[in-house]
């Protein structure tokens, strides 16, 4: 069966860096996305970003470019999220999710419609 396995998050102060990783299995990552959302208390699931393990694309919400970093290990079996300079606004469950949508644009992988296998979630909270 397929399964996706968050783990990496935890509690940082402000300006520090996490790195979650969603792990998966059942199924082979290429000709699939990856994407990466974040669900605050009381707001709605936002995408974060997403990679395509075809070819690497990498993809982004404004909101976060040039502060996170979605990667790939090179067995293609583990996602990280390098998200660095986290604010109290980044405070969120971050979920991983698996698409195989063939899409060209962050419009496209940033709905949570199109994404069939979702993680657990890893709480991730920035705060003094």
């Known amino acids: 069966q397929v399964q996706l396995v968050e783990s990496g998050g935890g509690l940082v102060q402000p300006g520090g860096s996490l790195r979650p990783s969603c792990a998966a299995s059942g199924f082979p990552l290429d000709y699939y996305g990856i994407g990466w959302f974040r669900q605050a208390p009381g707001k709605e699931r936002e995408g974060v970003s997403a990679i395509s393990s075809s070819d690497g694309s990498t993809y982004y919400a404004d909101s976060v470019k040039g502060q996170f970093t979605i990667s790939n290990d090179n067995t293609k079996n583990t996602v990280f999220l390098q998200m660095d300079s986290l604010k109290p606004e980044d405070t969120a469950v971050y979920y991983c999710?698996?698409?195989?949508?063939?899409?060209?644009?962050?419009?496209?992988?940033?709905?949570?419609?199109?994404?069939?296998?979702w993680g657990q979630g890893t709480q991730v909270t920035v705060s003094s």
């Open positions: 999710a698996l698409t195989g949508f063939y899409g060209s644009s962050w419009i496209h992988f940033r709905s949570p419609q199109i994404y069939h296998y």
